[in-house]
T-cell receptor, first 109, second 118 residues
């Protein structure tokens, strides 16, 4: 079993809609979770980090964590075409971030 | 420096040749990571340095891969006798000691070195 799993997509949403990206992880002791955004041909950049169960909001982004279900998600409200990118879920396991394969998001005008 | 700097940005080599990829982390960042990203794939962890010590090298794909770091600065990833399956973008990232110890582990990535093995 992969340590961090994501649906590869592509996930297509119309402009202005809510995009919902999901991630599951296998290591029960993990405490730190991250969402990175990667535009084509570019390096990943951090969007959100979350450490506690529940929701964490930052602008149009909300990260949700459920440690009991080993599940973390990212909601993007009022999606914009500029949000079109690959979103990588990352889980801190021991000392290194383990990344999922990423979900490709396409926001259509 | 202001960010993580990697060189070369692009490298095309022939199968069987050795290559060296360089990473300059953010000044003061004690933790340094190498990842590999094949086309259309996620990031594959290769190795982690804390200072110039590498506690875990188990992510290195084979004994053709090696990495070293000078103090808390430059790191070099060396691939010997390159194979076509080594073609990928090699990403370096760094993090401060505070971020790592607190579990925040916020990584800042370089732009990557794209390696193509013909």
């Amino acid at each position: 079993q992969k340590e961090v799993e994501q649906n590869s997509g592509p996930l297509s949403v119309p402009e202005g809609a809510i995009a919902s990206l999901n991630c599951t992880y296998s290591d029960r002791v993990s405490q730190s979770f991250f969402w990175y955004r990667q535009y084509s041909g570019k390096s990943p950049e951090l969007i959100m980090s979350i450490y506690s169960n529940g929701d964490k909001e930052d602008g149009r982004f909300t990260a949700q964590l459920n440690k009991a279900s080993q599940y973390v998600s990212l909601l993007i409200r009022d999606s914009q075409p500029s949000d079109s990118a690959t979103y990588l879920c990352a889980v801190l396991i021991r000392y290194a971030l383990n990344f999922g394969k990423g979900t490709s998001l396409l926001v259509t005008p | 420096g202001a960010g993580v700097s990697q060189s070369p940005s692009n490298k095309v080599t022939e199968k069987g040749k050795d290559v060296e990829l360089r990473c300059d982390p953010i000044s003061g960042h004690t933790a340094l990571y190498w990842y590999r990203q094949r086309l259309g794939q996620g990031l594959e962890f290769l190795i982690y340095f804390q200072g110039n010590s590498a506690p875990d090298k188990s992510g290195l794909p084979s004994d053709r891969f090696s990495a070293e770091r000078t103090g808390e600065s430059v790191s070099t990833l060396t691939i010997q006798r390159t194979q076509q399956e080594d073609s990928a973008v090699y990403l370096c990232a760094s993090s401060s000691r505070l971020a790592v110890s607190s579990g925040a582990n916020v990584l800042t990535f370089g732009a990557g070195s794209r390696l193509t093995v013909l």
